[in-house]
């Protein structure tokens, strides 16, 4: 799995429109959800290799599997936004559309 299409259009996307980029990157609320989560998976880890369910990870291992949970999040949150932020853009040019056709055709209407 490569991220680096990905990651370098978004860079370039930062680059060059930053208030937009910071509009849709993770919110400060959404990050501290991320915390949280991050949190849970740590425990989740640590109690899976106490029960023996999986084998005990080394503070390296669990460092790379929580950067990698976390990175996961990011890009989840980061494309949830997009998409709220689509969806604001296509409900208004909907709004603006319906006014302008109801404004222009008051006599069909």
């Given at each position: 799995?490569?991220?680096?299409?990905?990651?370098?259009?978004?860079?370039?996307?930062?680059?060059?429109?930053?208030?937009?980029?910071?509009?849709?990157?993770?919110?400060?609320?959404?990050?501290?959800?991320?915390?949280?989560?991050?949190?849970?998976?740590?425990?989740?880890?640590?109690?899976?290799?106490?029960?023996?369910?999986?084998?005990?990870?080394?503070?390296?291992?669990?460092?790379?599997?929580?950067?990698?949970?976390?990175?996961?999040?990011?890009?989840?949150?980061?494309?949830?936004?997009?998409s709220a932020f689509a969806n604001i853009?296509?409900?208004?040019?909907?709004?603006?559309?319906?006014?302008?056709?109801?404004?222009?055709?008051?006599?069909?209407?």
């Amino acid at each position: 799995m490569s991220v680096c299409p990905y990651f370098c259009s978004w860079h370039k996307y930062v680059k060059t429109v930053p208030l937009a980029s910071e509009l849709l990157d993770v919110r400060r609320d959404q990050k501290l959800e991320m915390v949280k989560e991050i949190h849970n998976e740590e425990a989740r880890l640590r109690f899976e290799a106490e029960i023996g369910k999986a084998p005990p990870l080394s503070e390296e291992e669990t460092w790379w599997a929580l950067r990698h949970k976390a990175l996961e999040m990011r890009d989840e949150w980061r494309l949830n936004n997009r998409s709220a932020f689509a969806n604001i853009w296509s409900d208004m040019v909907f709004g603006i559309s319906v006014f302008l056709l109801l404004y222009f055709n008051q006599s069909k209407v």
